[in-house]
């Protein structure tokens, strides 16, 4: 049982340039999450999802797209990447948004 | 709007002594409330949840917390720290209907032997 898998693990990107984040689920969750992690600001919401077909903004969304492709799958992209953007973003889900929230293992993306 | 406060940044125990985190929260109704780990490199861990009912609550790794409403409050504890407990350590809040997980900024606690 995987759990919450996330690719890519690493990524150096220039800025400008365009990527997205991979995030699968094998628990049958029905919501998902993007979060952004930086020194001393804990876990930042980006974007989230409560069930299949919906998305909405979290607290910081600006600069980020995501697209709910199925039940499984939440991707995060980057249109335009920015050194502010140099983050560790992490995946998430859960049964309904109120149960414990299982975690991937974290992308680090650093933009130059 | 819903927050979590974590106080303290830093916390450096000896091992083998007790240990307590703070958290406080901001929120109006009832929360669901949660406490994670995380080692260097790794994601998140749960150690322990409080959705209702008693309000002590056993966690895994032997973390106890306790919520009280009073004081918008939810610390973790435990007894005797090891050399393995030194993480970082998150609170978090949800609630029902908002689907959304609010984290504290985290306490790292380091442990001496």
């Known amino acids: 049982n995987a759990g919450v898998t996330q690719t890519p693990k690493f990524q150096v990107l220039k800025t400008g340039q365009s990527m997205t984040l991979q995030c699968a689920q094998d628990?049958?969750?029905?919501?998902m999450y993007w979060y952004r992690q930086d020194p001393g600001m804990g876990l930042r919401l980006i974007y989230y999802s409560a069930s299949e077909g919906t998305t909405d903004k979290g607290e910081v969304p600006n600069g980020y797209n995501v697209s709910r492709l199925n039940k499984r799958e939440f991707s995060l992209r980057l249109e335009s990447a920015a050194p502010s953007q140099t983050s560790v973003y992490f995946c998430?889900?859960?049964?309904?948004?109120?149960?414990?929230?299982?975690f991937g293992q974290g992308t680090r993306l650093t933009v130059v | 709007a819903q927050s979590v406060t974590q106080p303290d940044i830093h916390i450096t125990v000896s091992e083998g002594a007790s240990l307590e985190l703070r958290c406080n929260y901001s929120?109006?109704?009832?929360?669901?409330l949660f406490w994670y780990v995380q080692s260097p490199g790794q994601g998140l861990q749960l150690l322990l949840k409080?959705?209702?009912?008693?309000?002590l609550v056993q966690g895994i790794k032997g973390f106890e917390a306790e919520f009280k409403r009073s004081q918008s409050s939810f610390n973790l504890r435990k007894p005797s720290v090891h050399w393995s407990d030194a993480a970082e350590y998150f609170c978090a809040v949800s609630t029902s209907g908002t689907y959304k997980y609010i984290f504290g900024t985290g306490t790292r606690l380091k442990v001496l032997a």
């Open positions: 409080y959705f209702s009912g008693d309000t």
């Open positions: 628990m049958n969750h029905n919501s």
């Open positions: 998430a889900s859960s049964e309904s948004g109120r149960g414990e929230a299982f």
């Open positions: 929120y109006g109704a009832t929360p669901y």
